[in-house]
């Protein structure tokens, strides 16, 4: 059991429980610090005052060899601050309340003070305390504002702490989501450039550190972009500077008498500038083409149609982008290998929760699993039963690599059911 495993992934949603988590425990230890600490001990010192004047009320009205007269009533109210009466029969109101904030811990501070029966409720829309007590000769009545016996309105602290921290924590959250924005559009734009696609309007903002993460990416993709352009330029010279001749060699076999030799020579300058057009290929990497979105199914069928012994057995209907040759000549080259290296050649296309996965499979010799990562190896063939009598220059599998990577894919060799090698090439849709 990991600690990760019960965090969120997502870098906007981890920042914002860094943020969110220590606000909300400092928040709830406070509110219960204060409760007990503060409103609690208040509301009880309140309650334990107010059933004093009370209970001293009640005793006074209770004893015998007390005349409670209007000079009593008049001597109460104006030492005390409170209301007080003595009367008979007269009923609760309709909107009176036994159940109010602390009554609880009022009666039980009014039974401290006195073996009289208190009845106490809150009456004028809870704005008031109304104490009764039952004696001998009538009914004591107090009534005293709720404000002087509860400290009712002390939890609108914690309202407005509350508050203050709920809108820092927006403060935070739109801070984080600027620079999270930031973060995602580098994110997009180095995956557009290992595309081999640009990124219209993408410019550094954001933190300085993430500034100078999006220049380094932007000064990265222009170096790489002119090295390749510089290689693809000086292949594409050597290639003409090569084509030259052996047009000139093609030119003459023709023109001399044809024989056995003659038309070997003339397929191995075929073969050479197959060479020639795969090494250019592998150098350029169909890098100034643009990406289009394209029926996958489509292009595979088409391509198995110019094979002879290519099947496209299972095709669903998925929709990539990719650059459009780029894909013919991959395809084209995988289901070549295919049916070079055994009788048969079977397609399929399967759509992933992510990924597009194209499987060509043949019933050839295969390649042990120790050795398939040399297949990728530019310019390697392998020494074993499935190169024999097969042309090629070995650069088909690393074109499909660097075509299956560039465009956020990748190329795995497996066993297949046919008995042969099963070719899987996922890329993104």
Not at 224 to 243: E, K, P, W
Not at 372 to 388: K, M, V
Request: with cysteine.
């Amino acid at each position: 059991m990991r600690l990760r495993d019960y965090t969120p992934r997502g870098l906007y949603a981890r920042l914002a429980a860094l943020v969110a988590v220590p606000v909300i425990a400092i928040f709830a230890i406070f509110a219960i610090y204060y409760y007990q600490e503060h409103i609690s001990d208040v509301n009880d010192k309140l309650s334990q005052s107010i059933a004093r004047e009370v209970g001293l009320i009640i005793n006074i009205c209770a004893d015998p060899n007390h005349d409670f007269v209007m000079e009593t009533e008049l001597e109460i109210q104006l030492g005390l601050q409170l209301d007080c009466a003595y009367e008979n029969g007269m009923a609760w109101p309709d909107t009176a309340r036994e159940r109010f904030g602390y009554s609880s811990v009022l009666r039980g501070q009014l039974a401290a003070v006195t073996d009289r029966e208190v009845d106490v409720r809150t009456v004028e829309n809870g704005r008031v305390l109304d104490f009764r007590s039952e004696i001998e000769t009538g009914t004591v009545r107090v009534l005293i504002d709720r404000k002087r016996a509860l400290a009712a309105n002390t939890h609108f602290t914690i309202v407005w702490v509350l508050m203050g921290a709920l809108f820092m924590l927006a403060l935070a959250f739109s801070f984080l989501r600027n620079q999270v924005r930031s973060i995602l559009r580098l994110t997009e734009a180095a995956k557009a450039f290992g595309r081999g696609r640009d990124m219209p309007g993408f410019r550094p903002s954001g933190a300085t550190e993430i500034r100078d993460a999006a220049r380094a990416v932007t000064d990265m993709r222009a170096r790489l972009m002119a090295f390749t352009d510089q290689r693809t330029a000086m292949l594409a010279g050597v290639s003409h500077d090569l084509r030259t001749p052996l047009t000139r060699l093609k030119l003459q076999l023709a023109m001399m008498e044809q024989s056995e030799e003659i038309t070997g020579a003339r397929a191995d300058l075929d073969d050479m500038s197959k060479m020639l057009d795969e090494y250019l290929a592998f150098a350029s990497g169909e890098e100034g083409e643009k990406a289009e979105a394209l029926r996958l199914d489509h292009i595979a069928r088409t391509v198995a149609e110019r094979i002879d012994g290519a099947d496209v057995v299972e095709a669903t209907e998925i929709t990539v982008t990719v650059r459009p040759m780029a894909l013919t000549r991959t395809l084209s080259n995988l289901m070549s290998n295919a049916v070079g290296y055994g009788n048969q050649c079977k397609v399929r296309l399967i759509k992933g929760p992510r990924m597009a996965e194209i499987l060509i499979e043949d019933d050839g010799p295969g390649i042990p699993a120790d050795k398939r990562e040399d297949a990728f190896r530019p310019f390697h063939r392998l020494e074993d039963g499935r190169s024999q009598n097969v042309s090629g220059t070995g650069l088909g599998l690393t074109l499909a690599r660097d075509f299956a990577r560039s465009h956020g894919g990748d190329i795995r060799l497996e066993d297949s059911d046919l008995g042969g090698l099963r070719v899987r090439l996922r890329l993104p849709y």
